[in-house]
């Protein structure tokens, strides 16, 4: 998946005036936070290398953490707190969900709270 293609897509389901340089920013520091707290435990690797530059590293089916996560940010600065919550439940799901994957891929048993 690309950055574009989530920021369009977040653009479809839930409009917002945001610029898309604050989106990026946003996935930037996602991707930046998957790569610490996930590949660099569990594969030792940082999972960015050979990606290209609009391409982001969590493939399918565990790529809905980037739109969950702009929907999640896009709430906490212009939405009322229970949307916020409710898209931050969302994207805690969507990135323990990955974070479970790696681990177990990687043979890794030990239990961490991801978030």
Not at 100 to 114: E, L
Request: charged letters at 30%.
């Amino acid at each position: 998946m690309t950055k574009n293609e989530v920021i369009t897509f977040v653009g479809q389901i839930k409009p917002h005036e945001l610029e898309n340089e604050v989106l990026l920013r946003w996935l930037d520091e996602l991707e930046k936070k998957i790569s610490l707290e996930i590949h660099q435990k569990y594969t030792r690797t940082d999972g960015l290398k050979g990606l290209l530059p609009d391409h982001l590293m969590v493939e399918s089916p565990y790529d809905r953490v980037y739109w969950t996560y702009l929907v999640a940010m896009i709430d906490f600065v212009s939405g009322t707190d229970e949307s916020y919550e409710r898209s931050l439940a969302a994207f805690k799901e969507a990135y323990g969900e990955y974070a479970r994957a790696v681990q177990r891929a990687s043979g890794c048993r030990r239990k961490r709270s991801f978030i």
